[in-house]
């Protein structure tokens, strides 16, 4: 199985779409470790344990970062 690395940004888009930053990573623990290396590179940036899902304030607007398929 691949997984694929989306982005959503929660401030700007009024579908919640999310947009692909990366795709067919071969192992869901690489995926998930890029996530959090990209997330936490920011300086405002959190993890929701309840969802796994990363978050990161960039230009002015939060957007999440996670894998998928979700476990």
């Known amino acids: 199985m691949s ?4 982005v959503r940004d929660l401030t ?8 692909l930053l990366a795709y067919d990573i ?12 990209i997330a936490t590179s920011y300086q405002d940036h959190g993890f929701n344990p309840a969802t ?6 960039h230009a002015g607007g939060v957007r999440e970062i996670f894998t998928w398929p979700r476990p």
Do not use: C, Q
Request: cysteine-free; charged content about 35%; glycine content about 4%.
């Open 52 to 57: 796994r899902v990363h978050w990161f304030r």
């Open 12 to 19: 700007r888009e009024t579908d919640g779409a999310p947009k």
């Open 26 to 37: 071969r192992d869901r623990s690489a995926a998930e470790t890029l996530v959090s290396v």
């Open 3 to 6: 997984y694929s690395i989306l």
